[in-house]
């Protein structure tokens, strides 16, 4: 693992046990969050540098947590027979309230969001 996706999933941790977050509903962030990043670096990377951004804040989804990671890559195909590896879009879909992937010529954008009654 690249020494920046440690920062960046260190930085996320922090961030959110400032914000006295539950457990679950931080482990789910963190899993998630982490999912996105190590997808732009195998997928988006390529031969050349990807840039990959991550931010999180406590006002987007209605008052909720909302994480998006970016990234400036080329999408590169998977192979055909990804094993147990290619589950990533589907724990989106299960563990964050609303999730979105959205791709173009300038890379992909990964939205994520959990209500959380407490925040509001």
């Known amino acids: 693992m690249p020494p920046a996706v440690r920062t960046l999933r260190r930085g996320l941790r922090e961030w959110m046990t400032d914000r006295d977050l539950d457990d679950d509903l931080a482990d789910a962030v963190l899993l998630l ?8 670096v195998e997928h988006a990377g390529g031969e050349r540098r990807c840039t990959v951004e991550v931010v ?3 006002r987007g989804c209605g ?8 990234d400036d890559g080329t999408w590169r195909r998977p192979p055909e027979d990804p094993g147990f590896r290619g589950r990533g879009v589907t724990l989106m879909g299960r563990l964050a309230d609303r999730s979105s992937i959205s791709t173009s010529p300038a890379g992909t954008t990964v939205r994520l969001c959990w209500a959380v009654p407490s925040m509001n």
Not at 33 to 40: H, I, Q
Not at 63 to 70: K, L, Q, S, T, Y
């Open 56 to 58: 999180a804040n406590t």
């Open 33 to 40: 969050a982490d999912e996105a990043v190590t997808n732009a």
């Open 63 to 70: 008052g909720g947590i909302a994480v998006m990671i970016r």
